[in-house]
């Protein structure tokens, strides 16, 4: 069982009747479900210190990250602090929109750029790596009815691991399922998502979730010292 | 200009009308045109040595692969000349059904299998890695209006580079141009190809070929000193 | 706790004097002395089946293979029934002059040559990888004062992961921790031992081994499905 | 022939008299000596725009950065345009103590720390890759005989081809020459280098310098489109 702490920007729900319907505690309080094997807290971009002070960094195992509309406003003081904790062993996990994210884009070095296009179609996320701890216990592909599209090409460095990638009915494909290792820390990007559609209703894609916190959670690790030697 | 040498397994277009009317003059044929801009030989499995003698193998700096119902034909011998060949740094680009060729699969160390099906619908292959010479000069995707179909999981190792994904009309994806090193040789594998749809005269799928005969390609190198230092 | 089995060729041991003195009941008495809060089994060479018959790999969560002097007389069933395991998501960790192994070179597909000298002096063994799993609870070091040496050029694959890159006293360096997944399995290559230096003896090359177990052990796993789909 | 430029923070040589006696006229004076088959232009910290206005960068096919003592007075605007330069295809090659430049930080995403000792002894440079283009024509390693130590752990993301590590005389291991894509471009670190030892008058190192160039060079590359699709 980890520490798992949610961050969710927690504005559209707010602000867009449509997405209230969806998601009406916020989109965190649904991954919070998904996720209630484990100790999980949860914080949003509003509250003081985006709700991640140092206190909380420190006794997080994994962080999930789901921003959208307001990336710029998230100060770099918690970026910072967001991404020391992740080079020091904390597992992160970045959700759909989070790709343009400044933690995910600072952790990466690139753009993160893709192309997009609101679609409201099929999506289907092949499972490439079956032997993978992140496709524990999947069907060979998982079907979403009514998605947004994200397409090729992704400006990300090649993945360490690719776990997924998704079809798209419209003629586009997108690699869905992202992992890297930054310092000591997992990193995962996993393309599902979005504010209208309940994609975090799906039992899939919440196994995925559940997977993924498992495989992110730091391991003992070992002293890492830097400097000079004495 | 690099001496490339195209083997051909060519027994489908002798033995089939329907795919002697595609490649009247065997798949080797039409690919030796698609690089003529190189000094190309070919090779077919019914020649002495498979047509892969020492002496050819030595002079060949990247060698094409096609190969389908006769796999097991090739001798142990050449499949064992030809992998030593690529790990003293000789480049090698295996075509579909190719990756169950001997030789592909005893460089890989995996299964090379896959899902496909007879489908005959449309794909259409994305560059996910536009800064890699082997998509120099193509649109973002290459679409095929008839293909069969290959489909995920394809169980290989992680590419060292991944260049296309393609979707599949019928609801597929599959990781189409994959790069590996292994010894000093560059390997490349392409999916597109088939023995009665006329892949090899698109002009998008002669680009890649091209490209991916100038990037396998041995550079100078350096010696090699292997064993006990004296 | 995982299902160990620890295959050791057992000869050196029986035939010569001054390796019996260091592992008396063979190397595989040690090394399951060092597993031992594992479900650990021992195999050897001159069993029948060499020790592997399918009941054994069947049960078997990762495996531990020793060899040196007799690898070509591992039957060629052994090898693919090891292999097919390793590819269904069994782990492998394979020890130091096991690089000439027939298991690992058909997983590898390159020669898994390199330079070696008997030597006598130091070797250090670096963590270069503080996060990865296989280090937990290490030093920054791990100092083995008589060892053989191993040097580069290592003939692999570039690993998935590099975690231990080893310093000679004589002036050489080596990748002596490379991670792999072929397949779903996990494989860890770990250069130290010897026949004539207790290195199995050395409590943070045994906290080494049990990381690599832990590590190499399967996760639950998706079902693979291959072939033609309906 | 590439159009190369090199970047030099240039005060060391104008402040200490013994940089000065090892490079009167600049380290950067030095690298341009040793890529003279290239068409070189260089750059210092002090002039405007560090020596990196717009126009300059637009022409630049390969970047070489060398930088010490005020990483933190080149401005955020040329950190930028370095940074999408390298992204959109020119080649960037980092020398020695630029390991903490703000450009290589920046595109690592890792703090890209490292252990280091002022030592004056040797380091040799084993090629662990020897098939790669940036290995061509060397030994099997390079002799350095006055040298800084650099020491792992080194914090990086795992190299996508890991082509030298180097051994020191103290005992210390490095990874010394790194190699990654980000976006479209080829990023090198080289580790060899320092004001006072005459690494770069080194006929191996001028070598290593040569070949990085010519790989890192962008080849025609492909046209990147991101954002949304009409």
Redesign the interface.
Same mark, same amino acid.
């Given at each position: 069982m980890a520490d798992v702490t949610i961050w969710n920007e927690f504005r559209h729900e707010r602000e867009r009747d449509e997405v209230a319907t969806v998601y009406p505690d916020g989109i965190h309080a649904t991954l919070a479900d998904a996720l209630d094997d484990h100790e999980v807290t949860t914080a949003t971009l509003d509250e003081p210190d985006h709700g991640l002070p140092p206190e909380v960094l420190e006794t997080t195992d994994v962080l999930l990250w789901w921003g959208h509309t307001a990336h710029e406003e998230v100060s770099d003081a918690v970026v910072d602090r967001v $991404?020391s904790r992740v080079?020091e062993?904390m597992g992160l996990i970045v959700l759909h929109s989070g790709h343009y994210s400044t933690v995910f884009k $600072?952790?990466?070095?690139?753009?993160c750029?893709?192309?997009?296009?609101e679609d409201g179609r099929a999506e289907?996320l092949?499972?490439? @790596? &079956?032997?993978h701890?992140i496709? @524990?216990?999947?069907?060979?592909s998982i079907e979403l009815p009514e998605t947004e599209m994200y397409?090729?090409?992704?400006?990300v &460095?090649?993945p @360490? $691991?690719?776990v997924f990638?998704?079809?798209?009915e419209g003629?586009?494909?997108f690699?869905s399922g992202c992992c890297? $290792?930054?310092?000591?820390?997992r990193i995962f990007y996993f393309r599902p998502g979005h504010e209208t559609y309940p994609i975090y209703e799906d039992d899939a894609v919440r196994r995925v979730l559940r997977n993924a916190v498992d495989w992110a959670a &730091?391991? @003992?690790?070992? &002293?890492?010292?830097?400097?000079?030697?004495p």
């Open positions: $991404r080079l062993g $600072r952790l990466m070095g690139t753009t750029s893709l192309q997009w296009r289907r092949w499972v490439v @790596d &079956p032997g701890p496709a @524990d216990g999947l069907e060979e397409g090729e090409p992704f400006d &460095p090649e @360490d $691991r690719l990638v998704s079809w798209f003629g586009e494909v690699r890297y $290792r930054r310092g000591s820390g &730091p391991t @003992d690790g070992s &002293p890492r010292t830097f400097g000079e030697r």
